[in-house]
C-alpha cells in the first residue's frame, strides 16, 4: 500500500506542476485527455489504497475524483469532466449487462413478489418523509417561497420522486468488488433494480402533474406513452442486443471483451438519443442471455471483469470530480437534513417491513440503500431542463444530496455486505 501512496501523491504532484505550466502556456494539452488520463491513473492508485485501509475501491475512486476536481484542488477543469460523458454512459452500461446476467427465472421466481412488497414500502415511507420535509421547508427554500400551495405541494412531489431513487450502478460494482455472494446480496440487487423502475414510472407521473400546476394542462395520453416507451423500449432494443450478442458469441468468437466494450458503448449513447433507459436497455440483454444461455452469460460475466476495471475506475473518479461542493455550500442545511431524514425513513421501513425469515434483512438491508448515482444525476438535470424556472434550483439541492450520499454510500453497502457473512473470506480480510 505504501507503493501505491506514493505514486498517488507524485501523480497528483505532476498534475499541479501542469495545472501551473496551463496558466503560462494556454496550448499545454487537451483538457479531456488530460482528465482522461489523470484520473484513470489516479483513481486506480486510490483504489489500492482504499484496499489497503478496509475501504471499497470505489470510494478510492470517488474520492480522488473529488480532490483533484474543479471543486476541490482544480488539477482537472470542468470541461475535461464534462467531456467523459461518454465513459459514464459506457461504466452504466456494463455494469448493468454485469447485473442482467444475475437475473435468472429462478430468482426471480424465489424473491420476486418479497422484493417488489418491499421496495413498494421503503419507496413509499421514503417519500412520504420526504415530501413532508420539503413542503414544510417552503419558508426557506427559494424555488418554493414564491409557489403557491398547490405548486409547491407538487414541487415537492416531484423532488421526493428523485431523492427516493437507489442506485444500481455503485450496488453492483461494489458487488463485483467483493465477489459477494447469497440470498442477501441477490435480494438487494434486485431491490434496488426495481426500486430505479418504480421511480421512472413514478416520475414520469409526478412531472406531468407538475406541469399541471403551472398551467400547462396535463395530457395523460402524452405521459402514459412516454412513460411506457422508456421502459418496455429499453427492455425491446435490450433484447435485440441480447441476440446480437449471442451471434457474435456463437459465430465470430473472438476479442469478447472489445466487443462488449463496444456494443455497450452504442447501447449506452444509442439508448440515451431515443430517450430510452441505458441501464435498463443492458439490464434487459444481460438477463435475456442469461436465461437462455447460462455458459454464455457467465462468459459475459467473466469478459467485462476483464476489460471493466479501468473503465468504473474512471467512471466513479469523474464521478467524484463531478460533484458540486459548492451545492453543498450553499444549500449545505436543507440537503444534511432531507440526507438524514432519508436515511432515518429507510432504516424504519426496512425494520418494519423486511421478511421476517431472514434477520440480515431487517439489520443490514437499509445500508445498501443509501447510495445514489447515475439515475439521480440524470432526473435532476431532467427537472433542470424541463422547469426552467425552478428546476436549475430544484437540481443544486438535489446534488447536495447526491455527493453526501456518495461519500458514505459505498462504506455502508460494503458494511451491509460484510455484515451478511456473503463477501468471500480473503476479499472481507483484504478490504474489498
Known amino acids: 500500500m505504501k507503493g501505491s501512496i506514493f505514486r498517488l501523491l507524485l501523480l497528483m504532484g505532476l498534475l499541479a506542476a501542469i495545472t501551473q505550466a496551463q496558466v503560462v502556456r494556454a496550448d ?55 467531456g467523459l460523458e461518454l465513459v459514464k454512459g459506457l461504466a452504466v452500461s456494463l455494469i448493468a ?37 420539503t413542503f414544510a421547508l417552503k419558508p426557506v427554500l427559494p424555488f418554493l417561497t414564491p409557489m403557491t400551495v398547490p405548486q409547491a405541494l407538487a414541487v415537492s412531489a416531484l423532488m421526493s420522486t428523485v431523492v427516493v431513487s ?60 412516454g412513460v411506457g416507451w422508456e421502459l418496455f423500449g429499453s427492455v425491446a432494443v435490450g433484447c435485440l ?7 457474435y458469441m456463437r459465430g465470430v468468437n ?4 472489445l466487443f462488449l466494450v463496444g ?6 449513447e444509442g439508448g440515451a438519443r431515443l430517450h430510452l433507459s441505458p441501464l435498463l436497455v443492458s439490464l434487459a440483454a444481460g438477463a435475456l442471455i442469461a436465461n437462455l444461455d447460462e455458459r454464455e452469460g457467465r462468459r459475459i460475466h467473466q469478459a467485462i471483469n476483464q476489460a471493466g476495471l479501468p473503465v468504473f475506475a474512471l467512471f466513479f473518479a469523474a464521478a467524484g470530480a463531478g460533484l458540486k461542493l459548492d451545492a453543498l455550500v450553499t ?9 438524514a431524514l432519508r436515511g432515518l425513513a429507510i432504516w424504519g421501513a426496512c425494520r418494519r417491513f423486511a421478511p421476517a425469515e431472514d434477520p440480515r434483512l431487517k439489520r443490514f438491508l437499509w445500508m445498501g440503500l443509501i447510495s445514489q448515482a447515475g439515475v439521480t444525476f440524470g432526473l435532476a438535470a431532467l427537472v ?43 476479499e472481507a480480510g483484504g478490504g474489498a
Open 97 to 133: 449487462l454485469v447485473a442482467g446476467t444475475e437475473l435468472h427465472l429462478g430468482l426471480i421466481r424465489r424473491v420476486g413478489a418479497r422484493v417488489a412488497l418491499l421496495c413498494a414500502a421503503v419507496c413509499g415511507v421514503t417519500f412520504a418523509v420526504c415530501f413532508g420535509a
Open 331 to 339: 444549500v449545505g442545511p436543507a440537503a444534511l437534513m432531507l440526507v
Open 263 to 268: 456494443l455497450s458503448f452504442a447501447a449506452a
Open 28 to 82: 499545454a494539452g487537451t483538457p479531456v485527455l488530460l482528465a482522461a488520463g489523470a484520473l484513470l491513473l489516479c483513481g486506480l492508485f486510490a483504489g489500492k489504497v482504499a484496499k489497503g485501509m478496509g475501504l471499497p475501491r470505489l470510494t478510492g475512486y470517488l474520492l480522488v475524483g473529488v480532490a483533484v476536481g474543479p471543486y476541490a484542488l482544480g488539477f482537472i477543469p470542468n470541461a475535461g469532466v464534462k
Open 241 to 247: 442486443l441480447a441476440v446480437a450478442m449471442l451471434l
Open 384 to 426: 433542470s431542463r424541463t422547469f426552467p424556472t425552478f428546476g436549475p434550483q430544484v437540481e443544486v439541492l438535489i446534488i447536495a444530496m447526491i455527493t453526501a450520499h456518495e461519500l458514505v454510500g459505498p462504506v455502508l453497502t460494503r458494511r451491509a455486505l460484510l455484515g451478511s457473512g456473503e463477501i468471500r473470506a480473503e
Open 166 to 225: 437507489f442506485s444500481p450502478t455503485v450496488t453492483i460494482a461494489i458487488v463485483q468488488e467483493t465477489s459477494a455472494r447469497g440470498p442477501f446480496t441477490e435480494f438487494l440487487m434486485a431491490l434496488v433494480i426495481i426500486g430505479d423502475l418504480f421511480v421512472m414510472v413514478a416520475f414520469g407521473l409526478a412531472a406531468g402533474v407538475t406541469r399541471a400546476t403551472f398551467g400547462d394542462g396535463l395530457d395523460l395520453a402524452a405521459l402514459v406513452g
Open 254 to 257: 473472438r476479442e469478447l471483451p
